[in-house]
């Protein structure tokens, strides 16, 4: 055997043992997911979307408008009477459907006198995750077709009209319908790009207090080891719960300050991306008082709690330094997941056993809380607390009972003879 | 009175079993030394004495406290030297003594005692350096400091000169007997059979999981008509 293979096969049995492996087939089993659920969105876009139609024109251009839906979309509510909004507004909705779309009467005639004719949208908005308002875009573009193919009459009958209305025959005025909450003037779109923006600087966030801050806990156990001054510690007259809850306050606290310092920065940076939104969500009802931040940061302390204290169990593990790097990665993937499925669905759109994988994860919760406050369901943030309590309270125990037995120091526990 | 009242005691990690049923006892005011070949189990036995391990079966009892019911009360008055002990590498000689001063006493008695610790370990202006530049011997002497300065009723030292030259291993020797006449109990492992003799006054001789023999230093060289404990050491364990 060659000095090269020699060093090659002695650093390939110290780098992949299972710390490295396992990680890194979590983390491919996340991109996997995120593959799937990117897969989904496709598949969602190619779908004809749920629609009603309430047209109250008898004229010829609303019946090209028609024709274009009824064939490019499955039409679940048909009506001639403006009237019968909210009946077609609860028809879609139970159908799952996205939206209803009004053409007001003189809509023909409004464009042959040289207007625009208005087009009335009523959207079901169920989430404002990037992949809940798919199928909003695909009715949009349903509506640039109705624009076209106006505009291809008006043009083919040489129809005497402004040139500017007959490439842009109509308009939209728009209604988003959002939890209970009826907002005009907004558009899904809207919505979700604000929302995104107000709400999305607590995840990453707490993403990054809880890698920075959950890499100070483990890596401080390892450290101890490397160190040797575990035994030292574990000998002296402090009680183990202080010692667990010393390492864990100062790692929240530089992960806090680290999080302050990322703040700003990651502020700017939105700030940068939103600064052309002039909408006010404030102005729709859409903001949040005291108890609601009050609750956020309720939320950000115990979720710290318990992932610092999942960090405290795994560099019970860890062996020394290098080791403890490494067990960070679990924290990482956990921390991710919820990340990333709050960017694509709301908690309420997802299917049960990805709500109940998202629920489970303390991570979620205040990833999730600002935008379940901001349309007040308070039983999904203060159940969300209640739970991650709970998992705190017993992650710590479990934190003490490995601090009471033989794990800490020997890497194994003491079996019972038969 | 007892300082360290040990019965039965078995210790297992997982099916194997490194302590088989061992019992001594070390009087209060002396040097006890624990001597054996390598994986005899006397790391084992001191950690378990310091509240670090738990018990497969037996009791160990210091100053009459058990040391798995009264975890607590048995750190209170014991302080531990394990063999490969470091410091926080950050912390400077003198901030070190002052953190674990800081777990024993406030004030001016916290003071009092870090002055002890820089006292013994007698490292001049380096005790002002980072721990990280130390010396393995420097090291050592902080370390002992750091375990005597709090005036523990008993010391539990696994192998306290290990690694130092003649003339540490001998300053380490005389801070041990320094302490004693101060009133601390010390209990000692050594691979090192004429520390061992110098120092104890009683010791038992364990190999693979047992103690074969008990005694003091003369005793057992007349037991065995050997010039040196480390005649009986090899004649025992043979």
């Known amino acids: ?418 | 009175m007892l300082a360290v009242e040990v019965k039965d005691l078995v210790k297992d990690y997982g099916s194997f079993r490194v302590l088989k049923g061992i019992s001594f006892n070390v009087d209060e005011g002396g040097i006890f030394g624990l001597i054996g070949p390598n994986a005899a189990g006397k790391t084992t036995a001191l950690r378990i004495i310091s509240t670090l391990l738990q018990i497969t079966s037996g009791t160990v009892k210091v100053f009459g406290h058990d040391v798995i019911k009264e975890a607590d009360l048995v750190r209170q008055h014991i302080s531990y030297l394990p063999e490969d002990a470091g410091a926080y590498k950050n912390l400077t000689g003198k901030r070190y003594l002052e953190f674990i001063a800081a777990f024993f006493k406030d004030g001016d008695k916290a003071e009092r005692m870090v002055e002890r610790g820089m006292k013994i370990a007698d490292l001049g202006e380096r005790i002002n350096d980072k721990v990280d530049t130390y010396s393995k011997g420097m090291m050592r002497r902080l370390l002992v400091g750091r375990a005597l300065m709090v005036q523990p009723r008993l010391a539990v030292l696994d192998e306290p000169t290990s690694g130092l030259d003649v003339v540490n291993a001998q300053e380490v020797r005389k801070i041990i007997q320094e302490a004693v006449k101060e009133g601390t109990t010390i209990l000692l492992s050594s691979h090192n059979m004429f520390e061992v003799d110098f120092l104890c006054r009683r010791i038992a001789l364990m190999n693979e999981g047992e103690i074969v023999e008990e005694g003091s230093p003369r005793e057992l060289k007349e037991k065995y008509s050997a010039a040196n404990l480390e005649e009986v050491f090899a004649e025992v364990v043979r």
């Open chain 1, 1 to 418: 055997m060659s000095d090269l293979s020699n060093m090659v096969k002695k650093e390939l049995r110290e780098l992949l043992t299972r710390q490295t492996i396992i990680p890194m087939l979590v983390m491919a089993l996340i991109f996997a997911g995120m593959g799937g659920v990117t897969g989904g969105i496709t598949e969602e876009a190619m779908k004809n979307p749920i629609i009603g139609i309430i047209n109250e024109d008898d004229g010829p251009l609303s019946g090209i408008a028609s024709a274009v839906l009824n064939g490019w979309a499955e039409v679940v509510y048909n009506s001639t009477s403006g009237a019968d909004v909210q009946a077609a507004l609860e028809q879609v909705n139970e159908r799952d459907g996205v939206a209803v779309l009004v053409i007001p009467e003189g809509f023909s005639d409004s464009i042959y006198g040289n207007s625009t004719g208005k087009i009335q949208v009523y959207w079901i908005m169920r989430g404002s995750g990037i992949m809940d308002s798919v199928s909003t875009g695909v009715v949009d573009s349903l509506i640039q077709v109705i624009n076209h193919e106006i505009s291809k009459e008006l043009i083919e009958k040489d129809v005497s009209i402004n040139p500017e209305v007959a490439l842009n025959p109509t308009a939209k005025n728009e209604t988003t319908i959002f939890k209970g909450k009826e907002m005009q003037g907004l558009s899904p779109v809207v919505i979700t790009g604000m929302l995104s923006s107000q709400s999305a600087t607590v995840p990453v966030i707490m993403m990054m207090i809880i890698i920075t801050a959950g890499s100070i806990v483990i890596s401080s156990m390892g450290m101890e080891k490397e160190n040797k001054t575990l035994e030292t510690l574990l000998t002296l007259p402090v009680k183990r719960s202080a010692i667990i809850s010393g390492k864990i306050i100062a790692s929240a606290v530089v992960g806090l300050l680290m999080a302050v310092i990322y703040m700003f920065g990651f502020g700017y940076y939105m700030q940068s991306l939103t600064s052309g939104l002039e909408v006010n969500l404030a102005d729709f009802g859409l903001a949040l008082g005291i108890q609601d931040y009050a609750l956020v940061g309720l939320s950000v302390f115990v979720t710290l709690l318990a992932g610092l204290s999942l960090c405290m169990v795994l560099g019970a593990f860890a062996k020394d330094y290098k080791s403890a790097q490494t067990l960070i990665l679990p924290i990482t993937a956990l921390a991710m997941i919820p990340m990333l499925i709050t960017m694509f669905k709301d908690f309420n759109t997802l299917p049960m056993a990805l709500q109940c994988l998202l629920f489970a994860i303390p991570f979620s919760h205040p990833m999730m809380a600002m935008r379940a406050l901001l349309f007040d369901d308070y039983l999904l943030v203060i159940g969300g607390i209640i739970y991650v309590a709970l998992f705190a309270a017993a992650t710590v125990a479990v934190v003490v009972h490995i601090f009471k037995t033989d794990r800490l120091l020997v890497g194994r526990t003491r079996k019972k003879r038969k």
